[in-house]
């Protein structure tokens, strides 16, 4: 059965296909229901875009975003402090020093240290682990800045991305906001609704409805 894409946003079946699919329904039983035919609801449409929108202004910053070493500076700091040591688990331990860098990068330049540090927690196991590499990079800083360097695993790394030049001639390392997810997430709903539509367009036009009087 050929596509018809002559007019694809009125109908991607031809003649024929259309014609099977109506005798199908007004041969098939529907449990008492009937075939209708009918379009899907403008509201139904206007829904899932708000859904869609909706989406994309609540997780902003979106899921790709990579957690920074400036991040858990703070807490590399606190973690050491007697009145930490002497908390009975790991788990109080953290909350105690995620709740003291909190206030701190709350009141930082960047505002919006608070909610990727809630985004991306760390485990006392991990943070011990990142603590010294992190404790080095603080301590002699070089060419680029602790906002520049991410926490992979039990890594702190350069970023690898490499945006536009600077002044000294390097490369920012700094992960843009366009590549935080968003041209992924673009790519699956844009399928998903190119999905929807072929799969709404291969049936017969609204327009056509079954003579359900033929129904068994």
């Known amino acids: 059965m050929a596509w018809k894409l002559d007019n694809p946003l009125y109908s991607m079946a031809d003649e024929e296909e259309s014609r099977q699919v109506i005798q199908t329904w007004e041969q098939e039983k529907h449990g ?19 859904i869609i929108l909706t989406s994309f202004l609540v997780t902003m910053p979106i899921w ?23 908390m009975a688990t790991n788990e109080e331990r953290m909350k105690y ?19 990727w540090l809630e985004r991306h927690p760390i485990s006392w196991v991990d943070l011990q682990m ?4 992190l404790r080095e990079i603080k301590a002699a800083p070089g060419a680029y800045q602790l906002r520049d360097y991410n926490v992979v695993g039990d890594q702190v790394v350069l970023a690898n991305f490499e945006g536009s030049y ?37 049936l017969p036009h609204f327009s056509r409805k079954p003579d359900m009087s033929k129904a068994v």
Request: aromatic share 12%; hydrophobic share 40%.
């Open 97 to 115: 020093i995620t709740d003291r860098a909190m206030e701190i990068h709350a009141s930082a330049e960047d505002s919006r240290l608070t909610g």
């Open 32 to 50: 008492g229901m009937w075939e209708g035919n009918n379009r899907l609801p403008f509201p139904f449409t206007f829904l899932i875009g708000l």
């Open 166 to 202: 600077r002044d000294d001639g390097l490369r920012n390392r700094t992960q843009p906001w366009w590549d935080k997810g968003y041209w992924i997430d673009l790519f699956y709903v844009s399928y998903f609704v190119l999905t929807m539509v072929i799969v709404c367009k291969r």
């Open 64 to 86: 790709g975003a990579r957690p920074t070493a400036e991040l858990y500076v703070p807490l590399v700091e606190l973690m050491d402090a007697p009145e930490v040591q002497r």
């Open 130 to 133: 990142v603590a010294d590499q």
